[in-house]
């Protein structure tokens, strides 16, 4: 198989996206937990994440986080073209720190909930959760 | 401005001093990513609401920050103890300025 040198050009610039967008997910991600830690150390688990493994229609996920102790509970959409979900931020009256809400994945990837504990540590989880038809429209 | 905006609260009428009790929410809203495109092709601006707050006699149960992520219909299901007779108040506020206020009065048992 012979390639031109358009088409060799043209293959090496799209593998070279390739390898570049996943990075770039990451980053708005990365960002958006540091500014809500304020680049402060998460600890794994300690965070309850309840999502679909399997959305048939990303445009209504129902998610539910929870953590005990949390005074905040952010969710981020990692495949999403803007991670930020919601922050939940939870009162005095606050019965658990629980919350259920639907949100929107644009395709298969990864869910994110990182809480802020009463003491000021963080701790994030995370679940992947597989859409079949995305829900950002087009 | 979103047309048709409905709150629908679902909370129990009366509650025991402590009970915590769970409270849902939804609200009637298209809630406008600002990713969609017409049949044009232009992008359909972004509209949705943005902050959610839950309110008993004042003091904060919780305060939700949305972003555009959040469902069409915005729904939300949460937890609050109750200490007291009194209201819980709702609000919704939306990207163009408008609020949407609901209050469910609460008794005790």
Not at chain 1, 40 to 68: C, F, H, K, Q, Y
Not at chain 2, 1 to 29: C, E, F, Q, Y
Not at chain 2, 49 to 70: H, K, L, Q, S, Y
Request: proline content about 5%; hydrophobic content about 40%.
């Amino acid at each position: 198989m012979d390639f031109t040198r358009r088409e060799t050009m043209a293959i090496t610039a799209g593998a070279v996206a390739l390898t570049v967008l996943p990075f770039r997910a990451n980053a708005a991600v990365d960002d958006a937990i540091n500014a809500f830690t304020g680049g402060a150390d998460v600890a794994d688990g300690g965070v309850d994440l309840d999502a679909p493994e399997i959305a048939e229609n990303g445009n209504t996920v129902p998610v539910t986080v929870s953590a005990e102790g949390a005074t905040a509970i952010m969710v981020l959409a990692a495949g999403n073209p803007t991670p930020g979900v919601a922050t939940f931020k939870f009162g005095n009256l606050a019965g658990s720190q629980y919350a259920s809400t639907r949100i929107r994945l644009a395709g298969t990837q990864d869910v994110i909930a990182v809480a802020q504990m009463a003491d000021g540590s963080f701790a994030r989880t995370s679940k992947e959760v597989k859409v079949t038809i995305g829900g950002c429209g087009g | 401005m979103a047309s048709g905006v409905r709150p629908r609260v679902k909370a129990p009428k009366s509650a025991a001093a402590g009970d915590v009790v769970t409270l849902k929410t939804l609200i009637s809203h298209p809630m406008e990513s600002g990713q969609r495109k017409d049949s044009n092709g232009n992008t359909i601006p972004r509209s949705i609401i943005n902050r959610f707050t839950c309110e008993f006699n004042g003091t904060t149960i919780i305060d939700v920050t949305m972003e555009p992520a959040i469902s069409t219909n915005p729904y939300f299901e949460f937890e609050a103890t109750i200490p007291e007779a009194g209201d819980l108040q709702f609000t919704w506020y939306d990207d163009d300025g408008s609020v949407y206020e609901e209050t469910k009065s609460v008794a005790m048992a």
